[in-house]
């Protein structure tokens, strides 16, 4: 049994088809590579996925049971986290607490605020934040920003993680860094799905990579498949990673 399929996944909005009876699955232990050019429909996936939207037709199933129903917050709570493209915090709100959210209310668990706490610290010590836990979350760089939404997903004790374009916009360095989490993290038990235009980066860390094109799954393999998919290079990856 897969840890998570989509069977003939659609979403329109008006005429547009953003996803287009899509089946995927993800099986336990994996980092899957989600990748294609801007519009392809990939954070719309994940959004169907998480449940900030619906698919119409089509439906989700995690751990064999369908969850196409069910809102977000519980689809969280049965441990599949994510986080954002663009980054969503609490501006205002310091670093810690912005943490807390995720182990408060994304477990499903009873926690008190102390316990609550301690897992937010401990999610912000393995991203390296524990030293800005006091700053306010407004403040902090990008790459910074996207550390900290990587821990409250984390403190949420997700089964499957949702990583959207978590390394845009970052160092080469913070690349790096970025991808040493990742490995880590699937090191800890938890399947990993991300979205990433970082090539040399989703290349070298995914097990298997999705192609995404107007909404379409086009392709489908391991990173050295992918590479040499005449399909791929055509709409996405280009000649210069052909040559």
């Known amino acids: 049994m897969h840890l998570l399929e989509g069977e003939g996944v659609c979403k329109n909005f008006g005429g547009l088809a953003a996803v287009s009876e899509v089946d995927f699955y993800v099986d336990e232990g994996e980092i899957v590579g989600l990748i294609g050019p801007n519009g392809a429909g990939k954070t719309t996936l994940f959004n169907l996925i998480s449940a900030a ?13 369908d969850i196409t129903p069910l809102p977000a917050y519980k689809i969280c709570r049965m441990g599949i986290a994510r986080t954002f493209q663009t980054v969503k915090i609490f501006a205002n709100v310091p670093v810690l607490r912005n943490v807390m959210v995720g182990s408060l209310f994304g477990t499903g668990k009873h926690m008190s605020s102390s316990e ?6 401990e999610a912000l010590d393995f991203v390296g934040l524990a030293s800005l836990k006091d700053t306010l979350a407004g403040d902090l760089t990008l790459a910074q920003q996207k550390r900290l939404e990587l821990a409250r997903a984390l403190a949420s004790d997700p089964e499957l993680l949702l990583l959207d374009e978590i390394m845009a916009g970052l160092t080469p360095t913070e690349v790096a860094e970025a991808m040493e ?6 090191s800890r038990g938890v399947t990993v799905i991300m979205i990433e235009h970082v090539m040399q980066a989703i290349m070298k860390i995914s ?7 107007y909404g379409k799954k086009i392709a489908e393999g391991t990173p050295a498949e992918m590479a040499a998919n005449p399909k791929v290079i055509e709409v996405y990856l280009g000649e210069e990673c052909d040559a």
């Open 181 to 186: 989490a990742i490995t880590q993290i699937r």
């Open 116 to 121: 609550a706490q301690k897992k937010a610290q």
């Open 53 to 65: 939207l619906k698919p119409k037709p089509g439906k989700i199933i995690y751990k064999g049971r």
């Open 207 to 213: 097990d298997r990579i999705i192609v995404l094109d």
